[in-house]
């Protein structure tokens, strides 16, 4: 299932200026020297053994496991480059701004006698830098994936559906069943 979350984290890793280390033994030497070269906290973090993240730094071990490689590599993509990941949300939230791609079932809230239908849609819009703010300030606060969803279904509404105010005074959007999502700084 795609989440708002999920798609933010992508937006911010396309602008890494170098990939992310490619080998179990350079993944875990990054994180050991993340967390002040201590192989306990790694191994804490990751649920291993301290001896088999020592293993793995040495290079005696190469190939993990697939759940062990899925966590190391999400352990390291989230701590890759955070100058840069920084940089891109402040540029973002300031005077880039965030496009948006989504395909999903948009419900309406409306004045009585308009319709109210909810029905899929295929957007793809530029978000002001306002809206990108609100986006990866909930993220960094701990937002939930409804509040991020939320968020989203805000800013399309008064963008997309309420055209920045000019019409659908009062049109409240939900965004459900989320088909596609897709950030871009």
């Keep these: 299932m795609v989440t708002v979350g999920e798609g933010l984290d992508k937006a911010v890793q396309g602008a890494f200026t170098r990939p992310i280390p490619k080998s179990a033994g350079a ?25 088999t993240v020592e293993r793995y730094v040495k290079n005696q071990i190469k190939k993990p496991r697939p759940q062990l490689a899925d ?13 840069i990941r920084a940089k891109a949300k402040q540029t973002a939230a300031t005077t880039g701004g965030i496009m ?8 309406y809230t409306a004045a009585p006698g308009s319709t109210d239908d909810a029905r899929v849609r295929h957007l793809t819009l530029a978000l002001p830098p306002q809206h ?3 986006l990866f300030e909930a993220q960094e606060t701990g937002a939930t ?5 939320r ?5 399309l509404g008064q963008i997309y559906f309420r055209d920045n105010g000019r ?6 959007v939900e965004l459900t069943d989320l088909i596609d999502l897709e950030f871009e700084l």
Excluded: K, N
């Design 27 to 51: 993944q875990m030497r990054y994180l050991v020297r993340q967390h002040q070269h201590s192989t306990r906290r790694v191994a804490e973090l990751l649920g291993i053994s301290q001896r």
């Design 71 to 83: 966590r190391l590599e999400a352990e390291v993509r989230v701590r890759w480059q955070p100058q």
């Design 100 to 107: 948006i791609d989504v395909q999903a079932r948009f419900g």
């Design 132 to 134: 990108a703010a609100r």
């Design 145 to 149: 994936e409804d509040q991020l969803r």
């Design 151 to 155: 968020i989203a279904a805000e800013a």
């Design 167 to 172: 019409r659908a005074h009062g049109l409240e």
